[in-house]
């Protein structure tokens, strides 16, 4: 069955107005070791671009819905599942002539066949176990269908999708490769303010349509300053030799390199930034990244639990034929009540191109969230 927008935008409202009713109602904790929860967001965005043949000045809508399962026999240890389903593509649907994408979520084709593996609606499965060294010491092990992006890069102001920076070069280094929604392990080590996560996955049709291995390591400080609380990240990442060079020779890693910080300036500042280069050996859209932000809290005008954000990006230097891309976007983000929040979006892209016509132009999104 075909779903159009209208019927998108229809369940969109329908169930967004039913949340709204609700909104006194959180997370429900069926027991004191299950407990149900998740998120639902729709958007509608609508873009008007220039110099992009054969793309109009039009609008899509989308909505994800994942929910989540969490049983917690002891403290120590978790079973996690949570599922995503989707409605609508939004502008990934093939009508938006940039490369990144403007809404970063999972949307309806993205959880279907999920990596090749013939599995659908299951995002994430997995049992974590806490080994508690001592107060400030901790070790913990994870295993099963897991996310990279749960661990690694875990950015204050730009790491989420449904709550924060809608484009995909601002919700996380978008010149790299971080695998989701597919087998693995991850261990985190933490040691006061010093926290160490490793990521192994074994992930299917990659974008040379070919199974590899994910290797990933971040090493994070916790800054405690005047100013507040702020977070310097170092990641490394690489595959196995399972990719292709510019050429089409096979037997190419990937790796890349990124550093993200972000950093509280006093009660209504907040600031961020990426810096990260990818080897170009193999075929890569963009070997380098430079982005950044600032938050600005609601505080500022008394309310505050909503939030500004405002975010650059620029990537270059690819071997697949982009020349340089540019992103800006700025939002706000109003809360409605302890689920629901609203946001206005606008985005300003360009994609200049090393043949053909190079389109640039601006989209505007209204988003809603629900938070249960």
């Not at 897991?146 to 950015?155: M, P, S």
């Not at 990426?274 to 380098?288: F, K, L």
């Amino acid at each position: 069955m075909t779903i159009g927008n209208r019927e998108v935008i229809l369940f969109i409202v329908v169930i967004i107005t039913f949340f709204l009713r609700q909104a006194h109602v959180g997370a429900m904790e069926i027991t004191d070791k299950f407990a149900i929860g998740g998120i639902l967001a729709g958007l509608y965005q609508y873009q008007d671009v220039v110099n992009a043949p054969g793309f109009d000045n039009t609008g899509r809508g989308g909505l994800a819905f994942q929910p989540e399962i969490s049983f917690t026999p002891t403290d120590n240890d978790e079973i996690f599942v949570k599922f995503g389903f989707g409605a609508g593509n939004a502008l990934k649907d093939g009508t938006s002539p940039f490369h990144i994408t403007p809404w970063a979520a999972d949307l309806e084709d993205d959880v279907k066949d999920i990596n090749g593996r013939n599995r659908d609606y299951v995002l994430t499965a997995w049992y974590k176990h806490i080994f508690s060294l001592n107060t400030n010491h901790l070790f913990g092990i994870t295993g099963g269908i897991i996310d990279a992006a749960d661990y690694l890069d875990e950015n204050a102001y730009a790491g989420d999708e449904y709550t924060q920076f809608m484009n995909g070069a601002l919700v996380h280094k978008a010149h790299d490769f971080f695998p989701s929604y597919d087998l693995g392990a991850a261990a985190e080590w933490s040691i006061g303010a010093i926290a160490v996560k490793g990521v192994v996955m074994n992930v299917g049709a990659g974008s040379d349509d070919n199974t590899y291995n994910y290797y990933g390591l971040q090493f994070g400080y916790l800054l405690n300053t005047v100013l507040g609380e702020g977070n310097c990240r170092i990641i490394a990442d690489r595959t196995s030799d399972d990719f292709e060079s510019p050429q089409g020779h096979k037997g190419q890693a990937m790796v890349a390199f990124v550093l993200s910080f972000d950093q509280q300036l006093g009660d209504i500042m907040g600031a961020w930034m990426r810096i990260g280069r990818q080897d170009d050996d193999a075929a890569v859209d963009y070997q380098n990244l430079y982005s950044g932000g600032i938050d600005i809290s609601g505080k500022l005008w008394k309310r505050e639990h909503d939030n500004i954000g405002i975010g650059y990006a620029y990537l270059n230097d690819g071997n697949s034929g982009i020349d340089k891309t540019q992103v800006a976007e700025a939002y706000a983000r109003i809360v409605l009540s302890e689920i629901v929040a609203f946001t206005l979006d606008v985005q300003w892209m360009k994609d200049d191109l090393a043949a053909g016509d190079s389109p640039k132009g601006f989209i505007y999104g209204v988003r809603m969230t629900a938070e249960f």
